[in-house]
């Protein structure tokens, strides 16, 4: 069984740009979430979704914007892209909510120059 | 909202027994633990998960006392192999789950 794919893999952007990045959780996965890991330090949460909806949302400002379609898939889009957002960002899925625990992806490396 | 601390590093020499600590406060009373082991440039990866008294699975054990104030991963007999960052997780608020500073465990030969 395929575990939770994150594309693309690395990206590089420039400060003010827009970027979507990708997610598809594992087959029958309902939830997805979303952290930002800055080089050094922990995962920071961003947004969870579940059954299309969102249903939690981290301190990052208006810029980040996510969505979950019907399969469950999910994007993460973040606009005017700063040299602060350079990061791993990470997708996670779940059965329902973390309760069940997290399987990740392996990551979107982001730099931006 | 919950909070969580974990030493930041910490060194061990091969089949020793490492215990490592995350202190979380505020957590709900109905809420799982979990810990996740990280290698560089990899997702986060699951180990084990608790609600309390003690968990134990095929790599790890868990303790939880019954505050729930903290928890213990224990890794018995650690090898070069798990060399790594390992973090807790807890949910803070309804939909939010944070995870703990990380604590970097360094296996020596």
């Known amino acids: 069984d395929a575990g939770v794919t994150q594309s693309p893999t690395h990206l590089i952007k420039t400060r003010g740009q827009h970027v979507t990045l990708r997610c598809s959780p594992i087959s029958g996965h309902k939830s997805v979430s979303w952290y930002q890991q800055v080089l050094g330090q922990g995962p920071q949460f961003i947004f969870q979704y579940y059954e299309k909806e969102e249903r939690g949302r981290g301190n990052f400002p208006d810029r980040f914007s996510a969505r979950q379609f019907p399969n469950y898939s999910s994007e993460l889009n973040v606009n005017a892209l700063l040299l602060g957002d350079s990061a791993l960002y990470l997708c996670?899925?779940?059965?329902?909510?973390?309760?069940?625990?997290?399987?990740f992806g392996s990551g979107t490396r982001l730099t931006v120059v | 909202l919950a909070k969580t601390t974990q030493p930041i590093s910490m060194d061990s020499y091969e089949g020793q027994e490492v215990n490592i600590t995350c202190s979380h406060n505020n957590i709900a009373t109905n809420d799982y633990i979990t810990w996740y082991q990280q290698f560089p440039s990899q997702g986060p990866r699951f180990i084990i998960q608790g609600y309390k008294t003690k968990v134990t699975n095929e790599v790890a054990s868990l303790f939880i006392p019954a505050d729930r104030k903290s928890s213990t991963l224990s890794l018995p007999r650690v090898s070069l192999s798990d060399t790594a960052v390992y973090y807790c997780l807890v949910r803070s608020g309804t939909y939010k789950y944070i995870f703990g500073t990380g604590t970097r465990l360094k296996v020596l030969a």
């Open positions: 996670a899925s779940s059965l329902r909510t973390a309760i069940y625990g997290y399987t």
